[in-house]
């Protein structure tokens, strides 16, 4: 029990009780006067029936208040489902728009990459076509014969390279060198003066 009710039975408890000792005097006649007219009644009757009438009206407006109260609630729940439902409409619809878009970027991409893979597959083929159709030994053949020419070019310019310097080391030594050079060529070689001995003595 809450402590507004327990509240309210204490209080009903003692105006009951109130009642109870004072009945006698509540039920006394007494002469009241209501502005058009004189009545004789008892005077606490009259305010027990007052009271009773205002705490009925006062229960009426609470209720009244609760069921506003309530009416209200309900209201607003609805509205908040309501709400809830769009909200979940707008999510499920943003949710689909989403799946939409990367469904449409997913395909995109797939059509770019295939488009790739065609185009990188027809260069190879392209390449491939190209290589039987160009002949892979006559290449390597020129490649020889290009290298073969570098080398004998390269052979010739380092011997005029060889006799460009012998020349200079010729003209730079001194004079004798020549002359025995000479000297040695005119001298006969000594199988010759043997031969030459021979056919002389014979």
């Known amino acids: 029990m809450s402590l507004r009710a327990l509240l309210l039975l204490l209080v009903g408890t003692a105006i009951v009780a109130f009642i109870g000792i ?5 039920t006394a006649p007494t002469d009241l006067n209501l502005l058009i007219m004189d009545i004789r009644a008892p005077l606490g009757l009259v305010l027990l029936g007052l009271m009773a009438l205002l705490s009925a009206v006062f229960v009426g407006l609470i209720a009244y208040t ?19 439902e769009l909200a979940d409409k707008a999510e499920a619809s943003r949710f689909t728009e989403l799946r939409a878009h990367l469904d449409r970027e997913v395909n995109r991409l797939a059509e770019v990459i295939g488009n790739q893979t065609r185009e990188t597959l027809s260069r190879v083929d392209r390449a491939e076509m190209g290589l039987r159709e160009r002949p892979v030994d ?24 060889e006799i460009g310097l012998r020349e200079r080391l010729s003209a730079q030594l001194p004079g004798p060198a020549p002359q025995v050079a000479v000297l040695s060529r005119a001298a ?14 014979g």
């Open 22 to 26: 004072n009945w006698s005097a509540m």
């Open 188 to 201: 006969p070689p000594a199988g010759a003066e043997a031969g030459s001995g021979t056919s002389a003595s």
């Open 138 to 161: 006559a290449e390597i053949s020129r490649l020889v014969q290009a290298v073969e020419t570098h080398n004998r070019e390269l052979h010739a310019r380092v011997d005029r390279l």
């Open 66 to 84: 609760q069921g506003t109260v309530l009416m209200e609630t309900r209201r607003h729940a609805k509205e908040l489902s309501v709400q809830r």
